[in-house]
């Protein structure tokens, strides 16, 4: 049982910068632990970790309160709790307690007919879970490839496409294509549990959560193999059981059939620079530029997912040439909504390559067509929805989805596409208002809606001194996105790193990248650096309920969590502050079994 000591203070005045920060001292020795092969000393740490009040604090208010679904409910229809209820949920939650079905919730899957099946733990669940993935992360973290990207904090989709990309500039190579069939819904529970290898009561708990079953409706499900998406801790989880491909793929690189110019056999250096393998969550490519080898790893692959209970799926799987034709399949590939093909170009256009010859190609990355088509298609539905609506809400509902778009598109060659979707988008904007008009023509459409601004003579603007304009795609900049080092995490501590990092997220909005940097990556309210995962929440300084404005001045990021408190007590919610001050008080209750050597890891 736990015996930790219940502090005698309120959710709303609990220090969460010193509990973040004790936390990930653990977090960080647990990852310096397992980077040098200690596994004792990784176990002792976790036990510490997972017994500790304040990791069980972070747990709870992450899926409580920062997490986007805390108003769902599991099978106990237990959603949106109170200051206190979290409380109490912090003190109940234990390792080796007995788990409740997830609840199915169906939802389509982007650009297809098909449906995905989530399964929704209860909050309490949750909240154990986010407490076991606090635990197992940093230890993993550690072990991952450097290639693995999906479900990892600080790593992302352009970070793959970045890799890719270094594998292929410098010489034609032929791709595998793959997407492992229903991952989630197969890996074998046993395979998963052996390769996760942790001590026996965590163990046992994950072990509960994947046999908990799920309901669909009224009806219960066993779950004899995978693990449920929706889980807070199944990315993990599959991308442990995902883990040693890449190594896999590198193990066979002594025995290829590599050679040089004059006919002798390449080192083993050359032959594992060679070859490529890039996976994001279950889609993955393999790039060699020998066909034969490109097909041994398939073969290879195929055998290795049997055995974890998973295959590849036929339909989303191709052999393919970056530059070429190959058995009558296109040149290029698409990964993660891109296309990546190189194009041949005439010697005063071709780059050179390391040997200083010109190569005859360049590696162009685009937005897929899928990608371009299903943005469209989302935009002519949002605008046929709002036929009726003023033209200044048109605008705050599309701004959104344009700039999202285009943020993730941003550092690849997208110029001319976002050019042409514009011209698209014109001509569905020019027929909205002739829905509304339909007595007048396109001229007096187009002096109504479409406004002269700088240069752009048309502008989607509404009439007034300070205009609602419609964001442009080609309004986004296209900047060079810096690949991830290879095996860099954030639990190293290398906060400068990571805070520029974040500061150049390709899916944060102008003004949040503007803010990050001149916050200096943390947050202004509690000072704690902003980790991945965090929810970043912009702020009025003054309200704009007592005169605030929008200028940057007068904003700054903070935590949810932690703009929940601030707005409690600025007076913008229009209520009393239960507190005097803006500062949270400290916790006065002492948990003196948490020192550990001549580390503080808690209050005291």
């Known amino acids: 049982m736990n015996t930790a000591i219940k502090p005698m203070y309120g959710w709303n005045e609990i220090d969460w910068r010193k509990l973040d920060r004790q936390v990930f001292k653990l977090q960080k020795r647990i990852f310096q632990a397992s980077t040098r092969g200690n596994v004792k000393l990784v176990r002792r740490l976790q036990k510490l970790l997972i017994s500790s009040w304040s990791t069980r604090a972070l747990a709870v208010r992450r899926v409580t309160q920062d997490n986007q679904g805390k108003k769902t409910a599991g099978v106990d229809g237990v959603k949106s709790l109170t200051p206190k209820q979290r409380l109490a949920l912090v003190d109940k939650i234990e390792i080796g307690t007995k788990v409740k079905p997830t609840r199915r919730v169906w939802i389509p899957k982007p650009g297809t007919d098909e449906k995905r099946p989530l399964g929704i733990p209860t909050m309490y669940d949750r909240a154990l879970q986010a407490l076991v993935k606090m635990v197992l992360e940093p230890e993993w973290e550690a072990k991952f490839e450097p290639n693995s990207y999906g479900f990892r904090p600080g790593r992302s989709c352009h970070d793959a496409i970045g890799a890719i990309f270094t594998s292929i500039n410098q010489k034609s190579k032929y791709v595998l294509d793959a997407d492992i069939s229903k991952c989630f ?89 060679s070859i490529s393998c890039i996976r994001y969550a279950d889609d993955f490519v393999i790039l060699h530029e020998n066909i034969d080898i490109v097909n041994l790893c398939k073969l290879k692959i195929e055998e290795w ?247 940057y001045e007068n904003l700054q990021l903070l935590h949810r969590h932690c703009h929940d408190k601030k707005t409690a007590n600025d007076g913008s919610l229009g209520t009393k502050s239960s507190c005097n001050s803006t500062k949270p008080k400290p916790p006065v209750m002492t948990e003196s079994w948490f020192w550990q050597d001549d580390m503080l890891v808690t209050t005291c």
């Not at 193999?225 to 989880?237: A, F, K, M």
């Not at 010109?358 to 371009?372: A, D, M, N, V, W």
């Not at 805070?499 to 940097?517: A, F, Q, T």
């Open 185 to 273: 819904d197969r890996i074998n529970h046993d395979k998963l549990l052996s390769k996760l290898n942790t001590f026996p009561t965590l163990r046992r708990q994950i072990r509960a959560w994947l046999k908990a079953g799920v309901m669909d409706g009224k009806k219960l499900f066993p779950t004899d193999e995978g693990t449920p998406q929706g889980g807070v801790i199944s990315p993990l989880l599959a991308n442990i059981a995902l883990h040693g491909l890449e190594e896999l793929i590198k193990g066979l690189a002594p025995n290829f059939d590599m050679k040089d110019y004059r006919n002798r056999q390449l080192g083993l250096r050359d032959k594992l620079k």
């Open 305 to 551: 997912l049997s055995d974890i209970g998973l295959e590849l799926k036929p339909s989303k799987t191709r052999l393919a040439h970056t530059l070429n034709v190959f058995e009558e399949e296109k040149p290029g590939f698409n990964f993660l909504g891109f296309h990546i093909q190189q194009f041949p170009v005439g010697k005063y256009t071709s780059g050179n390559g390391t040997s200083g010859k010109l190569l005859g190609f360049k590696t162009i990355i685009t937005p897929s067509i899928e990608g371009q088509k299903r943005h469209y298609r989302k935009i002519v539905e949002v605008i046929k929805k709002l036929q009726g609506v003023s033209q200044a809400t048109l605008i705050s509902k599309l701004n959104p989805i344009i700039r999202g778009w285009c943020n993730y598109y941003s550092h690849v060659v997208s110029n001319d596409i976002f050019a042409r979707l514009w011209h698209l988008l014109v001509y569905r904007l020019l027929k909205w208002g002739i829905h509304r008009h339909r007595n007048k023509g396109k001229k007096w459409i187009r002096l109504k809606y479409f406004r002269t601004i700088g240069n752009d003579t048309w502008t989607f603007a509404t009439n007034g001194e300070k205009p609602k304009v419609l964001v442009q795609h080609s309004d986004i900049e296209i900047k060079r996105y810096v690949k991830v080092k290879g095996n860099a995490s954030p639990y190293n501590g290398e906060w400068k790193y990571w805070s520029e990092r974040w500061g150049n997220n390709p899916d944060k909005s102008k003004s949040v990248k503007v803010l990050l940097k001149k916050q200096k990556g943390k947050c202004a309210y509690c000072n704690n650096y902003f980790k991945d995962g965090d929810i970043l929440e912009t702020d009025h300084i003054i309200p704009k309920s007592k005169g605030g404005t929008d200028k």
